[in-house]
């Protein structure tokens, strides 16, 4: 029963690491950039998300919507005016710059809340079901089924849609979607805005889960980018795979030894998979000429 | 062939550009040349990372001792001067901003940063320079290990004490009322585990059966898992050796949610946060329980001039004090005492001074042994009760009579 209990809690879990890692997989796969200030997003999500609750009493699953919509817009503009002139200069400048914008969000949370735990708390934080044994708290509930209905509008957007159509062919080769008349740099502004508003939707469900700080979102980036690897880099059904994954490792190994291990499991894992197979679960050998 | 155009040159910019942030260097919160009459205190704080509520908790009281005294004139009639660095909760880098405050910015004396783990590494960067080193927090057996005569530790006990009203009040207890098995989850921190490790013997001897007993990583805020394991163990006294409000608040969170219902729940810390402790847990909060060195309310010299500088220079709507900031404050006076009895900074003179003497302090007055340990003072047991902290045990210095509330209600 022990056991059952720390599966239904990692799928869960895993549920909204999937939601959190999707959006720097969808950057990654169009942009080939990688987002350190992903995880920084989240969280400065979960802080707007706890003041919108705190002064309007705006519940946080209503507040996704609002944020998302503003996210989306910060981001294809940060996109079109920041990191793509940096990108035609020189990747590794971007990559920096998504590294400033991280440490900016985090000195800009600390003076306008301090540096102080947050959590976000609703009044259904507080309840829990139980089937037998098997307790599956409500918010774990709202946060998976949140983050499954999130995943699967992006799915649908991606693979029945021109967007979508357009955003995987600039994934696949950028140089081909361009000759096949994709206007690839509008595309790339669109793919980064839906990156960082997945982000903002992540935000308000991770609040719900666990208490943050300004600067805990460098504990956050790093288990992202495992989930992203492991996935494959870019591929969605890779990272949902990958996220649930280290979901279930991270709640069976603490039910039996102590939590220390529980990140050591997930990478022993992780380290595992790349030997035999470097690209992810679903990830695939991008070949470039010489 | 490449199969990634992601080169390694990014990689070890960004790994520079991390640990240039992390090192905090340059984040100096007052470089400014100060004038020679001023005393010059070195602190490092953890103002950022997972340390960072205890840190900035600490870092006010600091800042209100300079006003106090300053207020009064200084000591000796010269102004004191805190020279400060964020060490972004990293032990390397509070070891590196020492060794600067006492090279680079050559300070007079230093005070200690928040918490055991900060304070075991840093401490021996003091020893080495031959300063005084008082600090309010760091209390585990680690501290006075390596037996530094120029620490002195400012609570009323070292921490192996902290938990001894708990362990009193359960002994206490009709055997029909006892708990019968006891978990102890454990941040990897010295000095809570010194806290776990004390009760967990003294239980034991009791004939409380010991449960469920891991280390989790600083880091941790998800404990569900581990609320499961206790609960499947049949835990009934839950000691949560935690060190700040992330992993004592994301606990009881955890718990709650997978149904683990203990008749008692201890804290080594985060139930004093009083400021946050309501705000994140709402009525959570009720039936918590932690040890407690100093009070609010308390009547000891000064206590009421620190409490109303406190709010008049952080106020907050529930009119709280935060203890960290009482403990760093208390090793302000001490410092300051004995600087004003030995007539200046001889480091060497302070540290005999303060090994001769009892020192009166808003956490109380006591001296220390050769190693620094305070001797003399003891703790009392709070818990959260209709939305209040309550001092429920020792009885006789409980708030208004109360006692402890067993079982806790529901979380």
Request: no cysteine; hydrophobic share 30%.
């Given at each position: 029963m022990l056991l059952l209990q720390g599966l239904v809690l990692g799928v869960l879990v895993g549920g909204m690491y999937a939601l959190m890692a999707s959006g720097l997989t969808l950057i990654f796969g169009v942009m080939r950039l990688i987002n350190i200030a992903h995880a920084a997003v989240i969280i400065f999500a979960s802080y707007l998300s706890w003041q919108l609750l705190r002064v309007l009493g705006i519940d946080p699953l209503i507040s996704i919507v609002i944020l998302v919509v503003v996210f989306f817009i910060g981001g294809a503009l940060l996109q079109k005016y920041v990191l793509s002139a940096l990108i035609d200069k020189d990747l590794s400048l971007a990559l920096l710059a998504t590294l400033g914008v991280a440490n900016v969000l985090e000195g800009m949370e600390g003076a306008l809340w301090t540096s102080s735990f947050h959590a976000i708390n609703?009044?259904?934080?507080?309840?829990?079901?139980?089937?037998?044994?098997v307790y599956v708290p409500l918010i774990r509930i709202i946060t998976f089924v949140a983050s499954v209905i999130i995943l699967a509008g992006l799915y649908v957007l991606l693979t029945h849609t021109n967007l979508g159509r357009a955003i995987r062919a600039t994934t696949q080769n950028r140089a081909i979607a361009q000759l096949v008349g994709v206007n690839v740099n509008r595309i790339t502004m669109i793919a980064f805005g839906i990156g960082i508003a997945v982000a903002a939707a992540a935000g308000p469900l991770m609040g719900m889960y666990y208490p943050f700080y300004p600067n805990s979102h460098w504990g956050w980036i790093g288990k992202l980018m495992a989930i992203v690897v492991l996935g494959g880099l870019g591929s969605f059904r890779g990272t949902l795979v990958a996220a649930l994954i280290l979901g279930v490792a991270e709640q069976v190994t603490i039910l039996y030894v102590p939590a220390n291990w529980a990140a050591t499991v997930f990478f022993v894992f992780l380290f595992a998979v790349l030997i035999v197979r470097p690209q992810g679960f679903f990830g695939h050998v991008a070949r470039e000429s010489l | 062939m490449r199969f990634l155009r992601v080169t390694r040159a990014p990689l070890a910019l960004t790994v520079l550009a991390l640990v240039a942030t992390s090192c905090g260097l340059g984040s100096s919160s007052n470089n400014a040349v100060t004038p020679g009459a001023d005393i010059k205190v070195g602190i490092s704080e953890p103002l950022t990372g997972d340390k960072s509520d205890i840190g900035t908790n600490s870092d006010n009281g600091y800042k209100v001792w300079e006003a106090v005294v300053n207020s009064h004139g200084g000591i000796n009639g010269r102004h004191v001067k805190i020279i400060q660095y964020d060490n972004n909760s990293l032990a390397d880098t509070a070891v590196?901003?020492?060794?600067k405050l006492v090279t680079v910015d050559q300070v007079d004396v230093l005070l200690g940063?928040?918490?055991s783990a900060l304070v075991i590494p840093t401490e021996a960067v003091?020893?080495?320079?031959?300063?005084?080193?008082?600090e309010g927090t760091g209390g585990s057996p680690q501290v006075f290990a390596r037996n530094f005569n120029n620490v002195f530790f400012v609570q009323p006990a070292t921490v192996e004490h902290q938990a001894d009203p708990l362990v009193d009040w359960i002994k206490s207890l009709p055997p029909d009322q006892r708990p019968t098995v006891a978990g102890y989850p454990t941040n990897d921190d010295p000095f809570a585990q010194a806290v776990v490790d004390t009760v967990q013997k003294a239980f034991e001897g009791m004939g409380i059966k010991t449960g469920y007993k891991q280390t989790y990583p600083p880091t941790q805020t998800d404990f569900t898992s581990i609320g499961s394991a206790m609960k499947a163990a049949k835990v009934d006294i839950l000691v949560q050796g935690s060190v700040a409000d992330q992993d004592a608040a994301g606990a009881v969170k955890g718990y709650s949610q997978v149904g683990f219902q203990p008749k008692v729940s201890y804290f080594a810390s985060g139930p004093d946060s009083a400021s946050t402790w309501l705000d994140l847990l709402s009525s959570k909060a009720e039936g918590t329980m932690t040890s407690l060195d100093w009070l609010q309310e308390s009547t000891v010299p000064g206590n009421k001039e620190f409490v109303d500088t406190y709010l008049k220079m952080f106020p907050n709507k529930d009119n709280l004090?935060?203890?960290?900031?009482?403990?760093a404050y208390a090793a302000g006076e001490v410092l300051a005492a004995a600087i004003s009895a030995t007539g200046g900074v001889d480091n060497a003179k302070i540290i005999s001074w303060l090994h001769a003497n009892k020192v009166q302090s808003v956490e109380g007055k006591f001296g220390w042994d050769s190693a620094g340990r305070p001797q003399g003072g003891t703790f009392d047991l709070i818990q959260w009760q209709s939305n209040h902290l309550n001092i429920v045990w020792p009885l006789n210095v409980a708030t208004n009579g109360t006692k402890p509330t067993i079982p806790k209600p529901s979380w």
């Open positions: 609703t009044g259904y934080s507080d309840q829990t079901y139980h089937f037998g044994d | 590196s901003q020492y060794q940063p928040v918490s003091a020893a080495q320079y031959n300063k005084v080193f008082v004090v935060p203890a960290e900031a009482a403990e």
